[in-house]
T-cell receptor, first 112, second 112 residues
Framework: NAGVTQTPKFRVLKTGQSMTLLCAQDMNHEYMYWYRQDPGMGLRLIHYSVGEGTTAKGEVPDGYNVSRLKKQNFLLGLESAAPSQTSVYFC???????????FGPGTRLTVL | DQQVKQNSPSLSVQEGRISILNCDYTNSMFDYFLWYKKYPAEGPTFLISISSIKDKNEDGRFTVFLNKSAKHLSLHIVPSQPGDSAVYFCAAMDSGTYKYIFGTGTRLKVLA
């Protein structure tokens, strides 16, 4: 099992460009989450999904969109990147809400 | 408004001694709490969890205590080892929304 994988690992964007981060899990988990980690801010929840076809807003959803068309994949989109979106992005999944989350290795995004 | 707070950004402990990491929360809908460990350039990994119906959970060198009336939890590591040096995050699950909310982290350094 690969667990949770994230693509790409690194990316540099210019302000205004768009991109999609892909999260994939092979554990048949129902719940998936996107977080960003910034210095001194910990992990902040962007969006999450409680099952295929569902999405919900987290703590800091502005400027991001998500889709969960397939159970194993959770996509995070930036339509018009801004320097404030420079961060490390982590995806996580869990089978149910009273279990541990499994995290991916992260995507380091820089917006110039 | 920070719903999960880790007020100590860093902690240094001598090898073999006890490490105590603290976490406070404000949301009374939180009913499941977790601790994660994070090394640089990696995703967080699960350490230990506790349900709100318990006040203590133990796993080897790691013990988590929950004081619901004070809305406080702590992680005890005994004995501390140099390999425990990492950033520790506490997290809480909101039973109403299924969101996991993380604290800002405490960097633990165990001195040999």
């Amino acid at each position: 099992n690969a667990g949770v994988t994230q693509t790409p690992k690194f990316r540099v964007l210019k302000t205004g460009q768009s991109m999609t981060l892909l999260c994939a899990q092979d554990m048949n988990h129902e719940y998936m989450y996107w977080y960003r980690q910034d210095p001194g801010m910990g992990l902040r929840l962007i969006h999450y999904s409680v099952g295929e076809g569902t999405t919900a807003k987290g703590e800091v959803p502005d400027g991001y969109n998500v889709s969960r068309l397939k159970k194993q994949n959770f996509l995070l989109g930036l339509e018009s990147a801004a320097p404030s979106q420079t961060s490390v992005y982590f995806c996580a999944s869990t089978q149910d809400r009273y279990n541990e989350q499994f995290f991916g290795p992260g995507t380091r995004l820089t917006v110039l | 408004d920070q719903q999960v707070k880790q007020n100590s950004p860093s902690l240094s402990v001598q090898e073999g001694r006890i490490s105590i990491l603290n976490c406070d929360y404000t949301n009374s809908m939180f009913d499941y709490f977790l601790w994660y460990k994070k090394y640089p350039a990696e995703g967080p990994t699960f350490l230990i969890s506790i349900s709100s119906i318990k006040d203590k959970n133990e796993d080897g060198r790691f013990t988590v205590f929950l004081n619901k009336s004070a809305k406080h939890l702590s992680l005890h590591i005994v004995p501390s080892q140099p390999g425990d040096s990492a950033v520790y995050f506490c997290a809480a699950m909101d039973s109403g929304t299924y969101k996991y909310i993380f604290g800002t982290g405490t960097r633990l350094k165990v001195l040999a």
